[in-house]
């Protein structure tokens, strides 16, 4: 049997959505199948379109707001008014109603979240104590945060599109992830451009969500991460990672990375399917050249039909499932 890919229309809540549809073609029988893990490649696209058009809440933002307060699953639950399973559900990818989805947007707000702890009424003695510190002290730190939020500045809006691989941007695995090819390859910047770009984009072909959230940009050299340049002077600074300028024969100049003094990869932010994508492009182009690696990226739609557009921006959805080098 054959994997295939086409063009399909899918709906959801009454709403039509184009996706690339996967399914195996049998060659003797000329019939068409699925597979669960085909199923829901197909539904994340379609839930990820309608969460984008409707402004809800990805699983990852609906974990990290649980994970903020300390609290279970069921235990946030309760104090939402959710049923029992239904705050697990969200985080596992269910779509919320947009209701519910609200609900969960005005809990973020650690001020909002203590008026609705105070009208639940679902904790009480130390639990409260317990839960009403943590609130106190989430409320605090905001306060003290910088003004500049750097996430937002180095990697644009901090909410999740089809330009950041429905991922919330994340700097911190991103740097992750060049400390990661840093420790591997010992790559010269143009190459780890590539390599920044065929990890996001394989996880997103592989998965339906991007690793770090980075948005990528085409420009004559090939796919980059936007503001690549400002990215990497940051985590130069913070020391993660150390780049060495060399000076070529032809007058010109390179910056090869290192990992920093004393810095090992983290892989403990990473899921088992982002570590497997983050090994797969290591090794793949592991004896590429930085010459040869520019040529594959021109080889990639996601280049050729972007490098000489307005906008630049390289669509995840519209380009990461037609990957052709990995």
């Known amino acids: ?18 996706v690339q549809y996967h399914y195996y073609y049998c060659n003797d029988s000329k019939q068409q199948f699925t597979t669960t893990e085909l199923d829901e490649i197909n539904l994340i696209q379609v839930y990820n379109q309608y969460r984008d058009e409707h402004n809800l809440p990805f699983p990852e933002e609906i974990s990290a707001i649980r994970a903020a307060y300390g609290l279970s699953a069921a ?12 705050y697990r559900n969200y985080e596992q990818g269910e779509v919320p109603s947009e209701s519910s989805a609200r609900l969960i947007q005005v809990a973020q707000d650690p001020e909002e979240f203590k008026k609705i702890v105070h009208l639940s009424g679902a904790l009480l003695g130390k639990q409260q104590e317990k ?22 500045y180095f990697l644009g809006s901090k909410l999740p ?3 950041s691989g429905y991922r ?12 990661f090819f840093a420790e591997q390859l010992k790559p010269w910047k143009t190459k780890l451009n590539k390599l920044l770009f065929y990890a996001d984009f394989l996880n997103f072909k592989t998965t339906g969500y991007s690793i770090s959230g980075a948005r990528y940009c085409a420009i004559s050299m090939g796919p980059v ?22 000076e ?77 080098a990995v």
């Open 225 to 246: 991460p936007d503001n690549f340049n400002t990215i990497f002077e940051w985590i130069e600074k913070q020391g993660d990672v150390t780049v060495e300028e060399t």
């Open 248 to 324: 070529f024969d032809n007058g010109g100049t390179g910056e090869q990375f290192f990992p920093g003094d004393g810095r090992k990869f983290n892989a403990e932010m990473f899921s088992a399917e982002e570590l497997h994508t983050l090994t797969t492009v290591a090794e793949t182009f592991s004896r590429i050249s930085t010459r040869e690696i520019i040529r594959i990226s021109h080889e990639e739609k996601a280049w050729i039909e972007n490098v000489n557009a307005t906008n630049q921006m390289i669509s995840y959805l519209k380009y990461g499932f037609d990957l052709k």
């Open 131 to 152: 839960l009403t510190a943590r609130i106190e002290h989430l409320i605090e730190s905001r306060k003290k945060t910088s003004c500049v939020d750097l996430e937002e």
């Open 161 to 163: 599109d089809e330009y």
């Open 168 to 179: 919330k941007p994340s700097l911190e695995k991103l740097c992750e992830m060049v400390l």
């Open 1 to 18: 049997m054959t994997l295939k890919r086409e063009q399909r229309i899918m709906g959801f809540r009454k709403n039509n959505y184009s």
């Open 75 to 86: 235990k946030i639950a309760e104090i939402l008014g959710l049923g029992t399973n239904t």
